[in-house]
């Protein structure tokens, strides 16, 4: 083998490890654990598989969608409407928190923040990237909460707590109708109202995969909602889109479904170890929805759900702390790693300012929404 291979292919692994650190911290808590609880019959119950099957079939259906630019197409199309600075970014962020409650607050990223890019740097008003971005972020985060398929964490508690769909979008209201309130006075204050101009595309898309992929985006949607078996999503979206796009189903984040396989071994493994088991519960019991918001600032909020789910059946605390927790520290959110890289990206060297501004908005977010919270 030649040392250029060799180089090729440690910074493909090393490149692999950067962007899924967390998957990579999901294996190595759930082999930790193993030394502890070793593996027996017992961990065949430890996975969701209705949780994993959903989340699989909303990615590859996503993917496809995204791979004819229906999505692209739509938010363009959109914000080609506003010839306003404040407005665009609005829609620009209102786009970004509707599209977190349809298809995941990663997903809803990884669509429109390249369009925040592309809108904001083809018309001169770069200066408003990195305010722009965490407010995408903060978005995706927060919007995603009123649906059960908007978060993964909500996809595992709404599935595993067998939480009626009208009590589960009751619970979620109160901190979602803060969390557009705050958005959009962010966005009115620190966005100015200058005028802009967009470049006009012309961008179309073939009718009838459009309506194939759609169909198929309302057949899991009736799957999560528990209408059709999962089973059924798991035959006909693979078998369909091997068909028209075998593209999508190798662009559907596998290191976000390992990474549930990995917090779901290792958060059972830990409600086996009775010293463990105790001290959570205890902790859940005193305050379920402190205990959980405060966990997604180190751990973040999808492994918090899948841990935490296992020490209290207080699934109104814990849904509304791991959904709140989403904002604060950039580990916080899977989501706010991904608009990191995004923007580091797009504007190298500029890493440190970002952060300033993430921080600012981030926290303030959370400091709110514990406080209301805990009010009510």
């Not at 409650?101 to 740097?121: C, E, H, Q, R, S």
């Not at 479904?257 to 917090?263: A, I, Y």
Request: include cysteine; charged fraction near 10%.
């Amino acid at each position: 083998m030649t040392r250029v291979k060799v180089v090729y292919i440690l910074n493909s692994i090393f490149g692999f490890c950067k962007k899924n650190i967390v998957m990579l911290v999901a294996l190595f808590a759930a082999v930790i654990t193993a030394f502890f609880v070793p593996v027996d019959k017992e961990y065949i119950g430890y996975f969701d598989y209705k949780t994993l099957s959903c989340l699989f079939c909303v990615l590859a259906v996503v993917c496809a969608l995204k791979n004819i630019n229906f999505f692209y197409m739509l938010a363009y199309r959109i914000v080609q409407i506003f010839k306003n600075a404040k407005i665009c970014v609005l829609a620009l962020v209102y786009i970004t928190f509707i599209g977190s409650m349809l298809i995941a607050n990663d997903m809803a990223l990884l669509t429109f923040l390249p369009l925040g890019y592309l809108v904001l740097n083809s018309t001169g008003k770069q200066k408003y990237m990195a305010t722009t971005f965490v407010l995408q972020n903060i978005a995706a985060n927060l919007g995603g909460m009123l649906t059960p398929f908007g978060n993964p964490q909500n996809l595992y508690i709404y599935t595993k707590f067998n939480i009626p769909t009208g009590e589960f979008m009751g619970i979620m209201l109160p901190p979602f109708l803060l969390s557009v309130a705050l958005i959009t006075v962010c966005c009115c204050l620190f966005i100015k109202s200058e005028p802009l101009e967009i470049e006009t595309t012309n961008i179309s898309v073939p009718p009838v995969k459009t309506a194939v992929y759609l169909f198929l985006f309302a057949l899991t949607i009736f799957i999560v909602f528990r209408v059709i078996p999962f089973w059924i999503g798991l035959i006909i979206v693979p078998s369909v889109l091997i068909f028209m796009d075998r593209k999508a189903l190798a662009q559907v984040d596998y290191p976000l479904l390992f990474t549930f396989v990995f917090f779901f071994i290792f958060s059972g493994n830990m409600a086996r170890i009775s010293a463990v088991r105790e001290t959570f519960s205890s902790l859940m019991e005193k305050n379920a929805l402190l205990v959980s918001i405060l966990s997604c600032q180190i751990i973040s909020n999808v492994p918090s759900a899948i841990l935490l789910s296992q020490f209290t059946l207080n699934y109104a605390d814990l849904l509304i702390g791991v959904n709140i927790g989403g904002v604060g520290t950039l580990i916080s959110s899977m989501a706010s790693l991904i608009t990191f890289r995004e923007y580091v990206k797009h504007n190298p060297g500029k890493s440190g300012k970002y952060l300033l501004i993430f921080s600012a908005f981030n926290f303030a977010f959370l400091f709110i929404l514990t406080g209301f919270m805990m009010l009510i």
